[in-house]
């Protein structure tokens, strides 16, 4: 009887299956041996292993596990780790990005900037269905100015794979009134972004209690 894995065939060792052709080549047996790692005496690690699948493994605790032979405290934990692994990544759902709602954006944004004494310019990208994909803050500037660049919120929307975006700036003075400046920016980058099929779907200013919507008080490109 073979009692370690290094007396079979090179070419029948788990370990080198697994290295030149994938672990879906191997049998249960198998990758429970790796788990393993080693045997007992009279058994290798891949009898080992399928005496423990005949025997039911997948259906006894941790504890009782340690107490059959060959297995003891540390492997009876390894075998459990890998077992609760499996389940987590089976059950693990993606979470679906959240759509987006100015209304909650907007408080949110206050909170977090409206006391800023920098002005803060950042953007929420957007997928199709206009769900956030990401956001994040682009810029920091001076007291009452941020040296704002179109080309920049081009480059990060394309890199976020982006169909739509809505930027946000907080005016330190507490006053979310736009400016003349912030109007003729928005112009500029509504139409840079519509050049490469992107939506500028909303500016928000955001002052120390409230913000202000240019597309709700129809300061966007129609």
């Given amino acids: 009887m073979t009692d370690v894995i290094r007396d079979l065939p090179r070419d029948d060792r788990p370990r080198e299956r697994l290295r030149k ?8 047996a198998e990758l429970l041996a790796l788990i393993l790692g080693c045997g007992v005496p009279g058994l290798n ?4 292993a399928r005496q423990l699948l005949a025997e039911g493994i997948r259906n006894v605790t941790r504890r009782e596990l340690s107490t059959i032979r060959g297995v003891g405290p540390a492997k009876a934990a390894r075998i459990s780790a890998v077992y609760e692994f499996a389940r987590r990544l089976t059950s693990e759902q993606p979470e679906e990005p959240p759509m987006l709602d100015i ?8 909170t977090g900037y409206g006391h800023q ?8 990208f957007l997928d ?3 769900r956030v994909r990401q956001q994040r803050e682009i810029f920091i500037g001076t007291i009452n100015k941020a040296a704002v ?29 736009p400016s003349d400046d912030d109007l003729t920016f928005t112009k500029k980058l509504q139409e840079s972004l519509a050049m490469i099929d992107i939506e500028l779907v909303d500016h ?14 129809g300061e966007l490109i129609p």
């Fill in 103 to 110: 209304p909650t954006l907007g408080r949110q944004l206050v």
């Fill in 45 to 48: 690690a891949v009898q080992l």
């Fill in 117 to 124: 004494t920098q002005e803060r310019l950042g953007a929420a």
């Fill in 21 to 28: 052709h994938g672990a879906a080549t191997l049998s249960d």
């Fill in 204 to 217: 928000l200013v955001i002052g120390a209690h409230r913000y202000h919507s240019m597309a709700e008080r």
């Fill in 128 to 130: 199709a269905r206009h």
């Fill in 149 to 177: 660049s179109t080309r920049d919120i081009i480059q990060f929307s394309l890199m976020e794979n982006a169909t739509a975006v809505v930027i946000y700036h907080n005016h330190p003075s507490g006053d979310p009134t």
